[in-house]
Nanobody, 120 residues
Framework: QVQLVESGGGLVQEGGSLRLSCTASGSISSRYDMGWYRQAPGSQRELVAVSGSFGTINYVDSVKGRFIISRDYAKNAVYLQMNSLKPEDTGVYYC??????????????WGQGTQVTVSS
């Protein structure tokens, strides 16, 4: 099992910034992806940004140029720096870890979620 602890959500005005943090502990593989998803009310959960085990990074188009994902491998941590926030960025943000095991087996874990609210 992998445990994820998130922090950093809150209420911010449009144009402001927030930084989310997530630290993983437990049975972490030597290779694992870390990322952030979000879910707005009435919407499906969507990928925001992911940092792959080989250093690849991907963002959803709506946050490109505004959000930055980074990792601290020594701490098993992932961060999401969110700048120029917009009301449509409002939602619950979830940390996600995917352990990549032998023979391509993948184990997925989720944090408890942290609320981000952007007021206009």
């Amino acid at each position: 099992q992998v445990q994820l602890v998130e922090s950093g959500g809150g209420l911010v005005q449009e144009g402001g910034s927030l930084r989310l943090s997530c630290t993983a502990s437990g049975s972490i593989s030597s290779r694992y992806d870390m990322g952030w998803y979000r879910q707005a009310p009435g919407s499906q959960r969507e990928l925001v940004a992911v940092s792959g085990s080989f250093g690849t990074i991907n963002y959803v188009d709506s946050v490109k140029g505004r959000f930055i994902i980074s990792r601290d491998y020594a701490k098993n941590a992932v961060y999401l720096q969110m700048n120029s926030l917009k009301p449509e960025d409002t939602g619950v943000y979830y940390c996600n870890v995917v352990n990549i095991r032998s023979l391509g087996r993948r184990e997925e874990y989720w944090g408890q979620g942290t609320q981000v609210t952007v007021s206009s």
